[in-house]
Nanobody, 124 residues
Framework: QVQLVESGGGSVQAGGSLRLSCASS????????MGWFRQAPGKEREGVAV????????DYADSVKGRFTISRDNAKNTLYLQMNSLKPEDTAMYYC?????????????????WGQGTQVTVSS
């Protein structure tokens, strides 16, 4: 059982930055695919960014390319999402997710484990 805990959310002005963290209860093995998802009120959950741990290969939603960066620190069992140039449309609950046995690692892929989320609010 993988337990994930997000932190780092908050309220910022448009154009600002936040760094989200996701602490895993287990070592982040090289086989893992890990990612960040978000859900705004009244909208479907969408994939934001994913990373395949073994290779470091990443995939991003078009809406965040060039602004968000996903990374990991395996020694700390932690996943990060650096969010720059934030826009009001980035406002959502952000969730960390992990798949220890990925068939593929992309924003549209399935994930087995989820955190409880951290709220990001961007004001205009």
């Amino acid at each position: 059982q993988v337990q994930l805990v997000e932190s780092g959310g908050g309220s910022v002005q448009a154009g600002g930055s936040l760094r989200l963290s996701c602490a895993s209860s287990t070592y982040i093995y090289s086989s893992y695919c890990m990612g960040w998802f978000r859900q705004a009120p009244g909208k479907e959950r969408e994939g934001v960014a994913v990373i395949y741990i073994r290779s470091g290969s990443t995939d991003y939603a078009d809406s965040v390319k060039g602004r968000f960066t996903i990374s990991r620190d395996n020694a700390k069992n932690t996943l990060y999402l650096q969010m720059n140039s934030l826009k009001p449309e980035d406002t959502a609950m952000y969730y960390c997710a992990a798949n220890p046995w990925p068939q593929r690692c992309a924003v549209g892929a399935s994930f087995a484990y989820w955190g409880q989320g951290t709220q990001v609010t961007v004001s205009s």
